[in-house]
């Protein structure tokens, strides 16, 4: 989607469910705020020319841009961008689709003042997530970041541990019984098993990519609900 009051430009894949969900989530939840979506353009991985669709997207004077691609098109889409003149401090890109890890492959000084939203952040100051980082340091060295998914996993593993322990049972059907109302304090804090619908609640947080001393850039929350 592409958005002028904000205005938006969204880009996702063409074949991916969770790219049109969220687009069409997000479109609405940019009206119902007053801004416009100037355009949206879900790419064909390998057909669409991102050279000419970064273009487009410069032309559209969009004052923010919407990003659920998840591949290596990033790569040559940021490039583009950059090359065009669109600076991330001005037009800030939001990044949905694409963890901390992955984004070690990207020109990240060039990229300083975007934004991504995920329930944890490498750099979240607490105390939890420095004790979390320092034992994933201590197993594996070679590790630089760790991303929302691997920091999920981590805690899901602890999540199964207890509703084992709650069913008395591995067995698959009585351990899904075991999940509802669990509580697991993470890395990222309370993580809440729904008792009704099995979904987990997480924070929403929102991070800028700020240089972070200690950590090199990183997304710094600026943003979270409570």
């Known amino acids: 989607d592409w958005s002028?009051?904000?205005c938006s430009s969204d880009l996702g894949s063409e074949y991916d469910l969770?790219?049109?969900?969220?687009?069409?989530?997000?479109?609405d939840e940019i009206k119902e705020f007053g801004g416009i979506v100037v355009g949206e353009t879900f790419v064909s991985l390998g057909n669409t020319p991102l050279v000419t669709l970064a273009d487009?997207?410069?032309?559209?004077?969009?004052?923010?841009?919407?990003?659920?691609?998840?591949?290596?098109a990033n790569i040559p889409l940021t490039i583009a961008l950059r090359n065009g003149g669109l600076d991330a401090k001005k037009v800030p890109t939001i990044w949905l689709g694409i963890g901390e890890e992955e984004m070690g492959a990207l020109d990240l000084p060039k990229m300083l003042g975007d934004?991504?939203?995920?329930?944890?952040?490498?750099a979240i100051d607490t105390p939890a997530n420095k004790a979390f980082l320092e034992r994933l340091k201590a197993e594996f060295r070679t590790r630089q970041r760790v991303s929302d998914a691997t920091?999920?996993?981590?805690?899901?593993?602890?999540?199964?541990?207890?509703?084992?322990?709650?069913?008395?049972?591995?067995?698959?059907?009585?351990?899904?019984?075991?999940?509802?109302?669990?509580?697991?304090?993470?890395?990222e804090g309370t993580i809440k098993i729904d008792p009704t619908n099995l979904y987990a609640w997480r924070s929403a947080r929102v991070g800028e990519l700020r240089q972070v001393e200690g950590i090199g850039i990183a997304f710094v929350v600026i943003q979270e609900t409570g």
């Open 151 to 187: 920091e999920a996993s981590y805690c899901a593993m602890y999540l199964w541990k207890q509703a084992v322990e709650a069913a008395g049972t591995p067995e698959p059907m009585k351990v899904r019984e075991g999940f509802r109302g669990q509580t697991f304090e993470g890395p």
């Open 4 to 6: 002028s009051d904000v």
């Open 115 to 122: 934004l991504s939203v995920m329930p944890y952040f490498h």
């Open 18 to 27: 969770y790219c049109h969900a969220a687009h069409a989530i997000m479109t």
């Open 56 to 72: 487009s997207i410069i032309k559209s004077e969009a004052d923010i841009i919407i990003n659920t691609l998840d591949s290596a």
